[in-house]
């Protein structure tokens, strides 16, 4: 098949760009022409066509590209770190770029879009997080991927009915994915750099539930939906997240980390505030996605983590 894909060269968009180009499909991967990340994908590569073209330029691909594809895959998005997440006008801005990119699919022909939407959507939650619940995001980061899903279905639907083009919309909510390339900001990085090393730190409280999954497993569950065959039903959102058995407070993966180091430096409680969508839980149910594609997370956080210090030490 032909992808396009955009993100290309961010956490996740390298690993699955990676992916698609091991199973064989053709890729035009859209780059930012500044991006510190370009080395991420690799180089030569038969099947890969870099693109570059800044996000808010999504709308040339089609000139760019110069034929049709079959799949297009949205991971572009600006400021999704912690401190531009309360930035309405960045966030309102990758609304625009994704209505944008979606167009782009149609005028690419593609017939499947597929759109990484977040667990911020969701907001607070103390129960399990169903794809079919209200939505209560808490930052203008969650409120403007819960936004993209509204107007991107609803685009799609009026597409079809007036027989304009079929387009099948997956909008996915990813949630909390570690892995080797992540930034070194995140929790699971900033712990095994700071325990390996014996030096201490200082945590939120971490009582809120909490879900990680590594990776390898997040990409498969990507692929799974982009080629499943024939038509998905439903809403077309579905959760990607481990299953339920890792799901647990988050002290227990910090403390599972600190052991993991073989007990190296240490840590401390109730020093350091929540991020800007507060103390979330993430009790996410993957029964949907398990039940149409056939998807299973197959790598437990342990396992996960040993592979990430193997790295680190080989480094």
Sequence with gaps: ???????????????????????????????????ANQGLLPHPAEGLTRIELSLEDVGQLPERIGGDCDCFVHLGWDGSGSANRTKQALQQGNIRY?????ESARRLRCRRFLFSGSQAEYGR????????????????????????????????????????????????????????????????????????????????????????????DCVRGLAALLFHEGRLGGSGIYNIAAGPSQTRPLKEYVEA?????????????????????????????????????????????EEGIRRIISKKQRE
């Design 1 to 35: 098949m032909k992808i396009v894909i955009t993100g290309s060269t961010s956490f996740i968009g390298a690993a699955f760009t990676r992916l698609l180009l091991e199973m064989g499909h053709q890729v035009y991967a859209m780059v930012r022409p500044d991006s």
């Design 98 to 102: 994704t209505m944008a990119a979606l």
């Design 125 to 216: 939650c103390t129960e399990l997080m169903k794809e079919e619940q209200a939505l209560f995001p808490q930052s203008e980061y969650g409120r403007a991927k819960a936004a993209c899903y509204q107007l991107a279905h609803e685009r799609c639907r009026t597409w079809r009915e007036q027989g304009i083009w079929d387009m099948e919309y997956l909008h996915v909510r990813i949630f909390s994915i570690y892995g080797p390339g992540d930034h070194p900001w995140t929790l699971v990085n900033t712990c095994l750099d700071t325990f390996l090393s014996g030096g201490h730190m200082d945590l939120s409280d971490c009582t809120q539930y909490w879900n990680f999954l590594y990776l390898d």
């Design 257 to 301: 980390m600190h052991q993991l180091c073989k007990g190296r430096g240490s840590y401390t409680y109730g020093k350091r505030k929540n991020n800007a969508e507060g103390a979330v839980n993430l009790i996410p149910d993957i029964s949907k996605l398990r039940q149409d594609t056939g998807w299973e997370p197959q790598i437990s956080f």
